[in-house]
């Protein structure tokens, strides 16, 4: 399945880029619901029928708020991918989420926020979340297996889980207690391949 990032034309414009970065900065901040298209649209300095013109409705919006930030995420993913192979690049991958918790004005994971605020998993806005999800699962789970995890995806699995712990405390709790989980849960997640499973299957196997 092609990740978020690979599969759509963008119209591009210099209101429709104005438009998308006022946006993305309410929506983290605030809350997608809290921010209407009224306050956007005057926040940008464009009209609504610019507004209209680039993004039929709110949703279609929000959408696009999420594909940058996963392109974000997948261009960084890039990067440590290059620099960092098997359990280097496990290891690379928690301390970006790690590092992540302490950037100026954190407040979680635009996903697991923009979940939050939408109930029906069919929506176009829960399917880019679930894209997402699946596309920095494979990410991890080829980590763990170059790494010689005999469960790749188990590993990643727990990978995944620590990441929206850390995405949810490092906001709730603040990034140090967040960092040095993720730094422990990583080493022991790294140190299992060591271990003989209690369940010798992947779970998606059965």
Request: aromatic fraction near 8%; charge should be negative.
């Amino acid at each position: 399945m092609p990740s978020p990032a690979e599969s759509r034309p963008a119209k591009r414009s210099e209101a429709r880029e104005r438009l998308l970065a006022t946006a993305s900065g309410l929506f983290y901040a605030e809350g997608i619901g809290s921010v209407g298209v009224n306050r956007i649209v005057s926040s940008s300095g464009v009209t609504l029928a610019t507004f209209y013109r680039h993004f039929p409705g709110k949703d279609d919006l929000v959408v696009a708020y999420l594909r940058g930030v996963h392109d974000a995420v997948a261009a960084r993913a890039s990067v440590l991918g290059e620099e960092h192979r098997g359990a280097d690049l496990v290891r690379a991958l928690g301390e970006e989420v790690a590092s992540e918790t302490g950037r100026p004005g954190f407040r979680g994971c635009a996903f697991i926020n923009a979940a939050s605020e939408f109930e029906d998993a069919d929506s176009p806005v829960r399917r880019v979340v679930a894209e997402h999800r699946r596309w920095y699962y494979e990410l991890v789970r080829r980590a763990f297996d170059d790494a010689g995890h005999g469960l790749p995806g188990n590993a990643a699995r727990h990978f995944l889980m620590l990441r929206d712990g850390a995405m949810t405390a490092g906001y709730l709790d603040g990034p140090v207690i967040a960092r040095r989980t993720v730094g422990r849960g990583v080493d022991g997640l790294l140190r299992s391949m060591a271990i003989e499973p209690v369940v010798p299957h992947e779970d998606d196997e059965g």
